[in-house]
């Protein structure tokens, strides 16, 4: 999982431009920064979290078709719940598989 997880990063990071570029503290992310972010941003967090979740005998593929699936089921309930912290809402979504 770290392996897969390490990569998703390096994807997600390729992926943003330098001018753009920050650190963030997941833990610390709400529902509304989530659904304030650039798409690029957003895409990074959700690749972050997607490799935080995958379990460490899960294929090393990325499905970007679930990827996509499952950010847009965190952005409703985000929508929906803007002041939960984007790991308890992310949780139930990506840990389910």
Known sequence: MRVLGAALIAAAV????????QVVDVSTITCKDFSAQKKD?????????????????????????????????IADYCAKNPAVGLVPAAEPILASE
């Open 14 to 21: 390729t992926a943003m431009s330098s001018a753009s570029a």
């Open 41 to 73: 941003e957003m895409l990074a967090i959700m690749m972050w979290l997607t490799g935080y979740y995958t379990k460490d005998d899960d294929p090393t593929v990325i499905d970007f078709a679930k990827v996509k699936a499952k950010t847009d089921k």
